[in-house]
């Protein structure tokens, strides 16, 4: 049978980390690609991370070096007699650090799924995008103390305060546009216009914390 290419876009505070360590992994049917905590990652995983996430100069308008990610990773789903799950929970995420500088930085989640779904689209392969969804009045507040450090780091102390990003929302600071895009994280209506219609496959927290099983069977299916 022709592989196919599903993508989880992990979005923070969805249980991403659990099932990547305890549900992914151990699907026999399945060929995951994720990020391995305690152990080293496969190549093409790092490859396409880094090409999507703006890590690596080499790809930076390099025709050549961006064929040959593409052609690897082709060659990579040809050899492989599974499905492939590809898990990543920073994708969606518009804060991270810099490899090269050690500081963090803003790179927009929406230029990150447009580069990687251009590079998806590409490969000729049959593929799908699905994200477990959680209510932005529940998830909210806990993604941001998880990216507090990174989120002052960036834009000052003040943003100790999670009033602070809510007043610079409200007043359209200079910052607004940048601040905007954490608040933009669980903007389901944006996600789905950022992906060709019907690639997107929603699955909700509350099913998942309140009916594992039907969850797990659920997903499962589409696997």
């Known amino acids: 049978k022709s592989v196919k290419i599903f993508i989880n876009l992990g979005l923070p505070k969805t249980a991403s980390t659990n099932l990547k360590i305890n549900f992914y992994p151990n699907i026999n049917g399945l060929n995951y690609m994720g990020r391995i905590l305690n152990g080293p990652n496969q190549k093409i995983w790092v490859s396409l991370n880094n090409y999507v996430e703006f890590r690596d100069e080499k790809f930076f308008d390099n025709k050549q070096n961006l064929d040959q990610l ?74 941001y103390s998880t990216m507090q450090h990174r989120i002052v780091e960036i834009f000052g102390i003040d943003y100790v305060d999670f009033n602070v990003l809510l007043k610079s929302i409200a007043n359209k600071d200079k910052n607004f546009e940048e601040i905007r895009l954490f608040f933009d994280i669980y903007n389901l209506n944006k996600i789905k216009e950022s992906l060709p219609k019907d690639s997107l496959k929603v699955f909700y927290y509350n099913d998942l914390v309140n009916h594992p099983k039907t969850f797990g069977y659920s997903l499962f299916k589409i696997l």
Do not use: G
């Not at 590809?86 to 500081?103: A, D, H, R």
């Not at 932005?136 to 507040?141: C, E, M, V």
């Open 70 to 143: 593409t052609s690897d990773f082709i060659n990579f789903c040809k050899k492989s007699k599974k499905n492939i799950l590809i898990s990543n929970e920073n994708w969606m995420i518009p804060y991270q650090k810099n490899n090269t500088s050690n500081s963090h930085e803003v790179v927009s989640q929406w230029k990150k799924l447009n580069r990687l779904n251009k590079f998806i689209s590409s490969l000729n392969i049959d593929f799908k995008y699905f994200i477990v969804y959680r209510d932005p009045k529940d998830a909210l507040l806990s993604s």
